[in-house]
């Protein structure tokens, strides 16, 4: 069981310091909430780099050798054709299928790597109990941590101090 | 923000009179305008044109059941005539189709602000488009219910395609460019659909937009990954539609047919592609802007700049005209020589060539004209011509080159049948019908993409202002 203690802010200065702030102070896990993607916040929150470029290299690998090697043993192995006395593997002519498939792959791994980084889909989250909460993919900048109930209290204080509005608490249920 | 600073604003580029975005909303504003369309009752407009899409509609599925029934025979298709209505739209519709990837993938790697507010307009065209495009060939194979035989599967039969045929490439590039697109404009929607359920009034609203939201927070981490993927897959939706539409020519180019054995055809149909999408583009966001108000952020801007693309690749596209002809004559092949010179111009089809030549080579100049650029109606009716243009241009490649086979004997004229015009009508109302149910419960601008766009003109502008 996990609480969440949530607070509005005015603008990404005011967010990133908090979140700043909260971890230093080692707060749970930190989380912001923004209608615009925050580059300065993703920061604050010691987000590293994110892995999806590494995911669609694997899928590009994948759709490529994937792609060649089935036209290859397809026509020059499994069943032959002669088209015009052309060689069975005829590489030139495998190009363009090879590109296409090395393009589906590619997009295939990069939006299911996305969507499994972002454990997607989760149509529900703890957070989307507080009404207020419905800005955040409007025009509020929110942040969040994930806490051990007893540390709630502390860590909505201290959201308050920073200048949040809205702060509010969720449980969990178990 | 006062009216001063927004004048401040709109001064920093001077090379940039119009804006991008006019005036200076905030975000809950350019949210609760955007998504207007979505909220608000049905517009009469929008009931009227869709009064008049969906028997359309209808019409293909009809005829489409007809041909099926029938067999194909019903078209008019003929030897030597083999490719006709069915070809000429598939090549027309998937054209249309990459304006709207140029819009949305590569005018965002080259960091063109104006295609943030028309991208998600122009992709959901893509989509439709390619739709429409599919029909077309899965039906000329004429037993459309056998078409799986045209993907690798391991079958009783034993036998796999044949991977030597620019045809089989055609139904990788088109299907790869299909789900490629598709994934992109969910990928780029996720952030408004959350908006959607989050300013949603209806639980039913609420409910079905949370779910094809994926439970998106809007949270760092999700942006983290989202940023970089969708930056990716605009990267390689770059190169994929270059490749759709030579991998398009190549089903003309490779043969040896006078007319459609020309090395510059790749090329030649990219921009021809380009061409007829933006004339589509424009099509639709002129009505569409006026209709929902979207003015402020479809700005004069943008008709601008689309006229001008729509005058670069037409003056491409009239560049493989002229390598057409010269390579016809320069080769010194009769037979190459009497299609371009004789057939062409003055055969039984030389109005359809003329037309072509009218809306492709002639209209788009006027586009050199700041005035004709500014004005809607030009714009509209232009862009309207072109897409007849291009539609042509598609009619003389396949119909005048198949019509004078290189046996006299063989000549044969083509003539489209009621069954033809149906289905070219009817997907010209399937494509109207998703259109208009996508502008009526998805948000036609990108909310968050215009709010990033707001704040990026506000730190330019305050640090314009701190020199």
Same mark, same amino acid.
């Given at each position: ?79 032959? =054709? ?10 030139? !002519?495998? =190009? ?13 791994? =990069? ?6 980084? !972002? ?36 860590? !909505? ?6 200048? !949040? ?10 | ?78 030897? &030597? ?67 799986? *035989? ?15 045929? &620019?045809?089989? *490439? ?158 016809? *004559? ?5 037979? %190459? ?73 063989? *000549? ?45 003109? %506000? ?9």
């Amino acid at each position: 069981m996990a609480s969440w203690v949530l607070g509005e802010f005015q603008d990404d200065g005011a967010l990133c310091g908090a979140a700043r702030r909260l971890r230093e102070l080692g707060h749970g896990r930190l989380d912001a909430h923004t209608p615009v993607p925050v580059p300065a916040v993703e920061e604050a929150l010691g987000l590293g780099r994110s892995p999806v470029p590494l995911i669609a290299l694997c899928g590009a690998i994948l759709g490529g050798a994937g792609g060649y090697l089935m036209q290859w043993w397809m026509n020059a192995v499994d069943y032959s =054709i002669n088209v015009g006395g052309r060689p069975d593997h005829a590489a030139p !002519a495998f =190009i363009p299928v090879t590109f296409e498939t090395t393009v589906l792959a590619t997009a295939i791994f =990069i939006v299911l790597g996305f969507f499994a980084l !972002a454990g997607f889909p989760r149509t529900h989250h703890p957070v989307f109990e507080v009404e207020a909460f419905r800005t955040a993919s409007v025009d509020g900048l929110w942040l969040s941590a994930e806490v051990e109930p007893a540390a709630a209290e502390g860590v !909505a204080e201290e959201l308050r101090r920073l200048g !949040a509005r809205n702060v509010s608490r969720v449980e969990e249920e178990a | 923000m006062s009216a001063e600073s927004a004048a401040r604003v709109e001064r920093v580029d001077p090379l940039e009179p119009v804006p991008v975005l006019a005036g200076r909303p905030g975000d809950r504003e350019l949210n609760d305008a955007l998504f207007e369309p979505v909220w608000a009752k049905t517009r009469r407009g929008w009931l009227a044109l869709f009064a008049v899409a969906v028997p359309l509609a209808g019409l293909l599925f009809l005829a489409i059941a007809y041909t099926l029934a029938t067999g194909i025979g019903v078209w008019g298709n003929n030897v &030597p005539v083999g490719w006709a209505f069915d070809i000429i739209n598939f090549v027309w519709w998937i054209g249309i189709g990459h304006a709207g990837t140029l819009i949305s993938a590569i005018l965002l790697l080259f960091q063109q602000r104006w295609r943030t507010s028309i991208n998600r307009f122009a992709e959901a065209m893509t989509l439709f488009a390619v739709i429409q495009a599919l029909i077309f060939p899965a039906l000329h194979t004429g037993r459309p219910w056998f078409d799986f *035989w045209l993907f690798p599967y391991p079958s009783t039969l034993g036998l796999w395609p044949n991977f030597k045929s &620019p045809l089989i *490439w055609d139904v990788f590039a088109v299907n790869t460019y299909f789900l490629v697109s598709l994934l992109f404009w969910y990928v780029g929607l996720i952030p408004d659909l959350a908006a959607l359920r989050d300013t949603s009034r209806s639980r039913a609203a609420r409910v079905a937009y949370g779910i094809f939201a994926l439970g998106w927070r809007g949270s760092a981490r999700h942006w983290r990954h989202h940023r970089i993927a969708y930056l990716l897959l605009a990267g390689i939706s770059t190169p994929l539609v270059l490749s759709v539409h030579s991998v398009v020519s190549f089903d003309f180019a490779v043969s040896v047919l006078p007319g459609w054995h020309t090395t510059v055809f790749p090329p030649y149909f990219v921009a021809g592609a380009i061409f007829s999408g933006f004339a589509m583009v424009l099509t639709l966001v002129i009505p569409a802007r006026k209709v929902f108000g979207f003015e402020s952020v479809i700005t004069g801007k943008h008709l601008d700049n689309m006229a001008k693309v729509m005058l670069a690749t037409g003056l491409m596209v009239s560049y493989g005209y002229l390598v057409e002809h010269f390579n016809a *004559w320069y080769s010194g092949d009769h037979l %190459e020589s009497f299609l371009f010179f004789t057939t062409r111009q003055r055969g039984p089809y030389a109005p359809v060539y003329w037309l072509m030549i009218f809306c492709n080579v002639v209209v788009p100049q006027v586009f050199w004209f700041r005035r004709a650029r500014q004005s809607t109606w030009a714009l509209w009716v232009a862009a309207l011509l072109v897409n007849v243009g291009m539609w042509t241009e598609r009619f003389v490649i396949i119909v005048t080159s198949l019509h004078r086979d290189f046996l006299p004997s063989s *000549w044969a004229m083509y003539y489209p049948t009621w069954v033809d015009w149906s289905i070219y009508l009817g997907t010209l109302g399937f494509f109207g019908t998703l259109f208009l149910l996508f502008l009526r419960f998805v948000p036609a601008v990108s909310a968050s993409e215009v709010k990033e766009l707001r704040r990026e003109l %506000e730190h330019e502008a305050q640090a314009h202002a701190a020199h």
